[in-house]
């Protein structure tokens, strides 16, 4: 069992950053791949990032390569999204979650989810 909270949403001009946190509890987080994901008022749910259970490899969205950089520090049981660059679109919800099996590009694969948190860009 894996429990996941975010935090480090909210708003910031255009062209600026931020730094999301998913803080977990569990035995069992070092053993997991993490991932990223957002969603906007009425659409799906879509993949941002990945980092594998190590941190030594890491997968993105072509939306945000080269503008947003996810990492993890197992001895705090964090993983971290560096978003700059932030463009000016719809709010939405980013969410953390724990792979549990299958393609890590869909929420499917994903075992254990956090309450999201809020990000918006004004432009």
């Known amino acids: 069992q894996v429990q996941l909270v975010e935090s480090g949403g909210g708003l910031v001009q255009a062209g600026g950053s931020l730094r999301l946190t998913c803080a977990a509890s569990g035995r069992t987080f070092s053993r997991n791949d993490m991932g990223w994901f957002r969603q906007a008022p009425g659409k799906e749910r879509e993949f941002v990032a990945a980092?594998?259970?190590?941190?030594?490899?890491?997968w993105y969205a072509d939306s945000v390569k080269g503008r947003f950089t996810i990492s993890r520090d197992n001895a705090k049981n964090t993983v971290y999204l560096q978003m700059n660059s932030l463009k000016p679109e719809t709010p939405a919800v980013y969410y953390c979650?724990?792979?549990?099996?299958?393609?890590?590009?869909?929420?499917?694969?994903?075992?254990?989810w956090g309450q999201g948190t809020q990000v918006t860009a004004s432009s």
């Open positions: 979650a724990a792979h549990g099996s299958g393609n890590g590009y869909y929420t499917d694969a994903y075992a254990y």
């Open positions: 980092i594998s259970w190590s941190g030594g490899i890491t």
